[in-house]
T-cell receptor, first 115, second 111 residues
Framework: DAGVIQSPRHEVTEMGQEVTLRCKPI?????LFWYRQTMMRGLELLIY????????DSGMPEDRFSAKMPNASFSTLKIQPSEPRDSAVYFC?????????????FGPGTRLTVT | GQQLNQSPQSMFIQEGEDVSMNCTSS?????WLWYKQDPGEGPVLLIA?????ELTSNGRLTAQFGITRKDSFLNISASIPSDVGIYFC???????????FGAGTILRVKS
């Protein structure tokens, strides 16, 4: 079975550029989560969706960050404009909300470096 | 807000030794999850616990859901080099279907 797929795996960009991270959740899962991981702050939840609808975006750092889930098999996290402090590893995770088990399955992550 | 305290922060052990780590929460949980993160990869779910007192094994890993429902323990027996990584505990946030994560225990194994 395919797990959560994220692309790209690595992204290096210059300050001010737009960055788009992509995620394909596990087929049949109806919850999708975007996390950011840094040494300083650990694993932080940015936003999550249930049935393609954003439920909680309180972790999104600022207006430069936006996330969409146009359908059940695709989500994007966009940073515009990017800043060096956005450098981190970004993870997408998916879960089956209806099972009520809370088990989340993570993708391999996108390592973002903003210079 | 909700917090999970995970300890120890890091461990450097000899190959073959047993490992114990734990996690405590400020509130009662009905679920405990344990994840492992290998370097350069995403966290992988190891064990899920749903009942107070539950003891669940996955190979050399054993996890327990504390009877107070505010703590959980993960033990690794006879450690090997591939056990190296960061181990995270996680539990339900106070609302919604999101998780709160501990800060992680970094495990290093000396062979």
């Amino acid at each position: 079975d395919a797990g959560v797929i994220q692309s790209p795996r690595h992204e290096v960009t210059e300050m001010g550029q737009e960055v788009t991270l992509r995620c394909k959740p596990i087929s049949g899962h109806n919850s999708l989560f975007w996390y950011r991981q840094t040494m300083m702050r650990g694993l932080e939840l940015l936003i999550y969706f249930n049935n393609n609808v954003p439920i909680d975006d309180s972790g999104m750092p600022e207006d430069r960050f936006s996330a969409k889930m146009p359908n059940a098999s695709f989500s994007t996290l966009k940073i515009q404009p990017s800043e060096p402090r956005d450098s981190a590893v970004y993870f997408c995770a998916s879960a089956n909300f209806h099972t009520k088990t809370l088990e989340q399955y993570f993708g391999p992550g996108t390592r973002l470096t903003v210079t | 807000g909700q917090q999970l305290n995970q300890s120890p922060q890091s461990m450097f052990i000899q190959e073959g030794e047993d490992v114990s780590m734990n996690c405590t929460s400020s509130s009662i949980f009905n679920t405990w999850l344990w994840y492992k993160q290998d370097p350069g990869e995403g966290p992988v779910l190891l064990i899920a616990l749903y009942k107070a007192g539950e003891l669940t094994s996955n190979g050399r890993l054993t996890a327990q859901f504390g009877i107070t429902r505010k703590d959980s323990f993960l033990n690794i027996s006879a450690s090997i080099p591939s056990d190296v990584g960061i181990y995270f505990c996680a539990g339900p946030f106070e609302y919604g279907n999101k998780l709160v994560f501990g800060a992680g225990t970094i495990l290093r194994v000396k062979s």
